[in-house]
Nanobody, 127 residues
Protein backbone atom coordinates (compact mmCIF):
# COMPACT_ATOMS: atom_id res chain seq x y z
CA UNK A 1 0.00 0.00 0.00
CA UNK A 2 1.22 3.51 -0.79
CA UNK A 3 0.35 6.36 1.55
CA UNK A 4 0.20 10.08 0.80
CA UNK A 5 -0.27 12.47 3.71
CA UNK A 6 -1.44 16.04 3.30
CA UNK A 7 -3.05 18.89 5.18
CA UNK A 8 -0.17 20.20 7.24
CA UNK A 9 0.65 23.85 7.49
CA UNK A 10 1.27 26.83 9.74
CA UNK A 11 -1.41 27.59 12.29
CA UNK A 12 -1.64 29.74 15.39
CA UNK A 13 -1.98 28.20 18.81
CA UNK A 14 -5.60 27.34 19.45
CA UNK A 15 -6.28 26.72 15.79
CA UNK A 16 -7.27 23.56 13.96
CA UNK A 17 -6.01 21.42 11.13
CA UNK A 18 -7.27 18.30 9.43
CA UNK A 19 -4.67 15.92 8.11
CA UNK A 20 -5.54 13.44 5.41
CA UNK A 21 -3.81 10.29 4.28
CA UNK A 22 -4.81 8.74 0.99
CA UNK A 23 -3.95 5.10 0.37
CA UNK A 24 -3.56 3.20 -2.84
CA UNK A 25 -2.77 -0.40 -3.51
CA UNK A 26 -4.27 -3.29 -1.58
CA UNK A 27 -7.68 -3.08 0.06
CA UNK A 28 -7.57 -0.15 2.44
CA UNK A 29 -10.02 -1.68 4.87
CA UNK A 30 -7.60 -4.53 5.56
CA UNK A 31 -5.20 -2.16 7.33
CA UNK A 32 -5.05 -0.68 10.76
CA UNK A 33 -4.15 2.97 10.28
CA UNK A 34 -2.10 5.19 12.53
CA UNK A 35 -0.72 8.69 12.81
CA UNK A 36 2.68 9.35 14.29
CA UNK A 37 4.73 12.51 14.63
CA UNK A 38 8.34 13.48 14.95
CA UNK A 39 9.52 16.80 16.30
CA UNK A 40 13.02 18.09 15.60
CA UNK A 41 15.57 16.24 17.69
CA UNK A 42 13.00 13.82 19.08
CA UNK A 43 11.98 10.27 18.38
CA UNK A 44 8.90 9.45 16.38
CA UNK A 45 5.91 9.10 18.66
CA UNK A 46 2.44 7.69 18.41
CA UNK A 47 -0.47 10.10 18.04
CA UNK A 48 -3.57 8.10 17.14
CA UNK A 49 -4.71 4.88 15.52
CA UNK A 50 -7.94 3.38 14.28
CA UNK A 51 -8.96 -0.20 13.67
CA UNK A 52 -10.01 -1.61 10.33
CA UNK A 53 -13.71 -0.90 10.62
CA UNK A 54 -13.29 2.46 12.29
CA UNK A 55 -15.13 1.31 15.39
CA UNK A 56 -12.19 1.75 17.77
CA UNK A 57 -9.66 4.55 18.10
CA UNK A 58 -6.66 5.09 20.32
CA UNK A 59 -4.84 8.29 21.26
CA UNK A 60 -1.75 9.41 23.07
CA UNK A 61 -2.73 11.23 26.24
CA UNK A 62 -1.36 14.55 25.04
CA UNK A 63 -3.91 14.80 22.20
CA UNK A 64 -6.92 13.13 23.82
CA UNK A 65 -9.92 15.40 23.75
CA UNK A 66 -8.31 17.62 21.12
CA UNK A 67 -7.93 15.23 18.20
CA UNK A 68 -10.10 12.76 16.35
CA UNK A 69 -8.96 10.04 14.00
CA UNK A 70 -11.44 8.72 11.46
CA UNK A 71 -11.42 6.77 8.25
CA UNK A 72 -13.49 6.48 5.11
CA UNK A 73 -12.92 3.04 3.66
CA UNK A 74 -14.87 3.93 0.54
CA UNK A 75 -12.44 6.77 -0.14
CA UNK A 76 -9.32 4.92 1.05
CA UNK A 77 -8.53 7.79 3.36
CA UNK A 78 -7.77 8.27 7.03
CA UNK A 79 -8.07 11.65 8.72
CA UNK A 80 -6.71 13.32 11.81
CA UNK A 81 -8.70 16.31 13.00
CA UNK A 82 -6.63 18.35 15.42
CA UNK A 83 -8.16 21.16 17.47
CA UNK A 84 -6.84 23.52 20.12
CA UNK A 85 -3.38 23.11 18.69
CA UNK A 86 -0.39 23.91 20.88
CA UNK A 87 3.20 24.82 19.95
CA UNK A 88 4.27 21.43 21.29
CA UNK A 89 2.20 19.80 18.53
CA UNK A 90 4.72 21.10 16.01
CA UNK A 91 6.16 18.11 14.15
CA UNK A 92 6.19 16.19 10.93
CA UNK A 93 3.12 13.97 10.97
CA UNK A 94 3.25 10.55 9.34
CA UNK A 95 0.46 8.19 8.50
CA UNK A 96 1.17 4.49 8.67
CA UNK A 97 -0.57 1.22 7.88
CA UNK A 98 -0.40 -2.15 9.54
CA UNK A 99 -1.65 -5.48 8.25
CA UNK A 100 -0.97 -7.17 11.57
CA UNK A 101 -3.62 -8.37 13.96
CA UNK A 102 -3.30 -6.00 16.90
CA UNK A 103 -4.74 -6.35 20.36
CA UNK A 104 -5.02 -3.53 22.83
CA UNK A 105 -4.04 0.10 22.78
CA UNK A 106 -0.36 -0.56 23.42
CA UNK A 107 0.08 -2.62 20.27
CA UNK A 108 -1.61 0.07 18.19
CA UNK A 109 0.92 2.61 19.44
CA UNK A 110 4.10 0.75 18.50
CA UNK A 111 5.93 1.91 15.35
CA UNK A 112 7.28 -1.60 14.75
CA UNK A 113 3.75 -2.85 14.06
CA UNK A 114 3.43 -0.56 11.06
CA UNK A 115 5.20 -1.57 7.86
CA UNK A 116 3.93 1.07 5.47
CA UNK A 117 4.61 4.77 5.92
CA UNK A 118 3.70 7.94 4.13
CA UNK A 119 6.13 10.76 3.44
CA UNK A 120 5.00 13.05 6.25
CA UNK A 121 3.35 16.44 6.38
CA UNK A 122 4.69 19.32 8.47
CA UNK A 123 2.53 20.93 11.12
CA UNK A 124 3.84 24.14 12.66
CA UNK A 125 1.97 25.77 15.51
CA UNK A 126 3.01 29.29 16.38
CA UNK A 127 2.55 30.78 19.84
Amino acid sequence: VQLQASGGGLVQAGGSLRLSCAASGRTFSSYVMGWFRQAPGKEREFVAAINRSGSSAYYVDSVKGRSTISRDNAKNTVYLQMNSLKPEDTAVYYCAASDRVLYGSISYSKTYNYFYWGQGTLVTVSS
